[in-house]
């Protein structure tokens, strides 16, 4: 079975332009997760899909964060403009339902300049 | 506010030199605990989940227990393969948003051979 796939796994941009991250979970995985992990800390959450809709996004910086996942399965979240502080892993997990463990994605390891 | 504290930040072991590392949880409605393990440059790897106090689980080396406030990971002799971070992470109550999911900040653990 093959695992949550991200992409790209690093890039590199300088602040204020943007850029896009992709995720394709484990298939029949209808929960959908996206975290942010800083060097030396946990992952911290960013939004939760239950198939395409978003159901916790609380943490989410709205003004320049975005996320998508259209018809329940891949999912895209994007950062527009970035900012020197967004430098970081973001994590993609996915879980078959509400309940029991996630799976996670190898990460995108963003440097803004 | 949900919130998870490990301890220690990191720790050094000889190869056989047994050890636990702990998880503090301070949680509205405990649903699940989780404990990962994250190599440099890779996703969390899930190891157990718990439910209740009382459950023990384990796998090779590694044996996690569950109390009403904490977790402990015990790793029998353990081996330098064994060297990584360890994330623990709780699954609570989030009233509108359903659940909510918080990592510790993790301990680095090193195993010298």
């Known amino acids: 079975e093959a695992g949550v796939v991200q992409s790209p796994r690093y890039k590199i941009i300088e602040k204020k332009q943007p850029v896009a991250f992709w995720c394709n979970p484990i298939?029949?995985?209808?929960?959908l997760y996206w975290y942010l992990q800083n060097l030396g800390q946990g992952p911290e959450l960013l939004i939760r899909?239950?198939?395409?809709?978003?159901?916790?996004d609380s943490q989410l910086p709205k003004d320049r964060f975005s996320a998508e996942r259209l018809k329940g399965v891949d999912s895209t979240l994007k950062i527009q403009p970035a900012e020197l502080g967004d430098s970081a892993v973001y994590l993609c997990?996915?879980?078959?339902?509400?309940?029991?463990?996630?799976?996670f994605g190898p990460g995108t390891r963003l440097t803004v300049l | 506010e949900d919130q998870v504290t490990q301890s220690p930040e990191a720790l050094r072991l000889q190869e056989g030199e047994s050890s636990s590392l702990n998880c503090s949880y301070t949680?509205?409605?405990?649903?699940?605990l989780f404990w990962y393990r994250q190599d440099p440059g890779k996703g969390p790897e899930f190891l157990f989940t718990?439910?209740?106090a009382g459950e023990e689980k384990e796998k090779e080396r590694l044996k996690a227990t569950l109390t009403k406030k904490e977790s402990f990971l015990h790793i029998t002799a353990p081996k330098p393969e064994d060297s990584a971070t360890y994330l623990c992470?709780?699954?609570?109550?989030?009233?509108?948003?359903?659940?909510?999911?918080?990592f510790g900040p993790g301990t680095r653990l090193s195993v010298l051979p």
């Open positions: 899909y239950e198939n395409e809709e978003a159901v916790d």
């Open positions: 298939s029949g995985h209808n929960t």
């Open positions: 992470a709780v699954q609570a109550w989030a009233g509108n948003y359903g659940q909510n999911f918080v």
């Open positions: 997990a996915s879980r078959i339902d509400s309940g029991g463990e996630q799976f």
């Open positions: 949680v509205s409605g405990l649903r699940g």
């Open positions: 718990l439910y209740s």
